[in-house]
């Protein structure tokens, strides 16, 4: 017995053991497909702010098209020998043009940033794209760490809903087991057959009723004339080969009506009959 129930542990173990593993991918495969719907949002959200930037970049270099053409030959001359402006020397489209030119290396540095293959070059770089990738890199990596305090108690917490199903489940099986073990029961008790009792002073035939798992009560017409308590009797069921049917038993209640039988043997061929007229049910 003590072996058997260690077996049983170890086997529960095991099952308890192969649920956890499996609970475990279950959720690293669950948080990764989150993870990478949210990267998808992130990323289509870089791509929309590059397009943004190169619409403006667009709009930038028309302008510093157009304010180059109001440029004066002072400008352009200081501009073609690279000497340096100062503020009281540069005209009104200088000045802007600066700053045009200024925001036009801002927005392709940051368009070089959210394109495909970008890098980084300072820690403070500031890029959607980039910031997406290194979010999406340490989700994956929290995903998959061994660990990871949310996933141990997600899977624990699935585990005793599993095992609450289960037991609710074995529950259920056990509650109908036990109706139709008593369904059977009662469809056994009330089972009628046709029988042949044989005593010493007689043989008489009757219909069976009550039927347990010890004896069998006979509905006899004046038993009582025929047989006696403690008088040992031949059960058969009639229309059947008496050696595949007879039956041994013990009178131990006779009446006018009816004859009470003990069984002597614990299987025999009347209880087979029973058995099967029970099934067909």
């Given at each position: 017995?003590?072996?058997?129930?260690?077996?049983?542990?170890?086997?529960?173990?095991?099952?308890?053991?192969?649920?956890?593993?499996?609970?475990?991918?279950?959720?690293?495969?669950?948080?990764?497909e989150?993870?990478?719907?949210?990267?998808?949002?992130?990323?289509?959200?870089?791509?929309?702010?590059?397009?943004?930037?190169?619409?403006?970049?667009?709009?930038q270099?028309?302008?510093e098209?157009?304010t180059?053409?109001?440029?004066?030959?002072?400008?352009?001359?200081?501009?073609?020998?690279?000497?340096?402006?100062?503020?009281?020397?540069?005209?009104?489209?200088?000045?802007?043009?600066?700053?045009i030119?200024?925001?036009?290396?801002?927005?392709?540095?940051?368009?070089?940033?959210?394109?495909?293959?970008?890098?980084?070059?300072?820690?403070?770089?500031?890029?959607?794209?980039?910031?997406?990738?290194?979010?999406?890199?340490?989700?994956?990596?929290?995903?998959q760490?061994?660990?990871?305090?949310?996933?141990?108690?997600?899977?624990e917490?699935?585990?005793q809903?599993?095992l609450?199903?289960?037991?609710?489940q074995?529950?259920?099986?056990r509650?109908?087991?036990?109706?139709?073990?008593?369904?059977?029961?009662?469809l056994?008790?009330n089972?009628?057959?046709?029988?042949?009792?044989?005593?010493?002073?007689?043989?008489?035939?009757?219909?069976?009723?009550?039927?347990?798992?010890?004896?069998?009560?006979?509905?006899?017409?004046?038993?009582?004339?025929?047989?006696?308590?403690?008088?040992?009797?031949?059960?058969?069921?009639?229309?059947?080969?008496?050696?595949?049917?007879?039956?041994?038993?013990?009178?131990?209640?006779?009446?006018?009506n009816?004859?009470?039988?003990?069984?002597?043997?614990?299987?025999?061929?009347?209880?087979?009959?029973?058995?099967?007229?029970?099934?067909?049910?």
């Open positions: 017995m003590t072996t058997d129930r260690s077996a049983a542990d170890t086997t529960k173990a095991v099952r308890l053991e192969q649920l956890r593993v499996e609970l475990n991918q279950r959720w690293i495969e669950q948080e990764l989150r993870v990478n719907e949210v990267f998808l949002a992130a990323l289509k959200d870089a791509v929309e702010y590059c397009e943004q930037l190169r619409s403006e970049l667009a709009s270099q028309l302008l098209q157009e180059q053409a109001k440029l004066t030959v002072a400008d352009k001359l200081r501009l073609k020998l690279g000497v340096p402006f100062s503020s009281s020397s540069m005209s009104a489209a200088a000045q802007k043009l600066s700053m030119r200024e925001r036009i290396e801002q927005l392709q540095n940051e368009i070089l940033l959210n394109s495909p293959g970008a890098k980084a070059t300072s820690p403070d770089t500031r890029s959607k794209l980039l910031t997406a990738i290194a979010q999406n890199d340490r989700a994956v990596h929290l995903a760490a061994s660990n990871n305090s949310a996933r141990s108690a997600w899977v917490a699935q585990l809903n599993q609450i199903d289960q037991r609710g074995l529950d259920a099986w509650k109908e087991a036990t109706q139709t073990k008593a369904h059977r029961k009662a056994r008790s089972v009628k057959l046709t029988v042949t009792i044989e005593g010493q002073r007689g043989m008489l035939t009757g219909v069976t009723r009550d039927i347990s798992d010890t004896g069998v009560f006979v509905e006899l017409k004046d038993a009582d004339k025929t047989f006696i308590e403690g008088e040992l009797l031949t059960v058969q069921v009639s229309g059947l080969p008496a050696e595949s049917t007879a039956v041994r038993g013990v009178a131990v209640r006779v009446s006018s009816g004859l009470g039988v003990r069984l002597n043997s614990a299987k025999n061929a009347l209880r087979t009959q029973i058995e099967n007229q029970d099934d067909s049910q």
